[in-house]
Nanobody, 115 residues
Framework: QVQFVESGGGLVQPGGSLRLSCAAS????????IGWYRQAPGGLRALVAS???????NYADSVKGRFTISRDNAKNTVYLQMNSLEPEDTAVYYC?????????WGQGTQVTVSS
């Protein structure tokens, strides 16, 4: 069984930064592909960024150049550094496997970008 716990969200002004953390626990291999996803009010859950077992990364066009995904395998943790935040980034952010499995969705962490 795998559990993902997201943290690090909050309220930030446009242009600000946040770093989200995704702690993975359970009987999993440390080296697994992980994705960060987000769901805005009234919208669908969508992939923001992913990181492969080898460290390769992929980003949604809307966040390229602003967000950086990274992982610390020793800590079973994946991070999402978010810079130059925009009101359109407001959403609940989740982590999961990449591609995701429905049974592993957690509570997510709320990110609100507003002045």
């Amino acid at each position: 069984q795998v559990q993902f716990v997201e943290s690090g969200g909050g309220l930030v002004q446009p242009g600000g930064s946040l770093r989200l953390s995704c702690a993975a626990s359970g009987t999993i291999s440390r080296i697994i592909p992980i994705g960060w996803y987000r769901q805005a009010p009234g919208g669908l859950r969508a992939l923001v960024a992913s990181i492969s077992s080898g460290g390769g990364t992929n980003y949604a066009d809307s966040v390229k150049g602003r967000f950086t995904i990274s992982r610390d395998n020793a800590k079973n943790t994946v991070y999402l550094q978010m810079n130059s935040l925009e009101p359109e980034d407001t959403a609940v952010y989740y982590c999961n496997l990449f591609p995701p499995e429905s049974r592993y969705w957690g509570q997510g962490t709320q990110v609100t970008v507003s002045s």
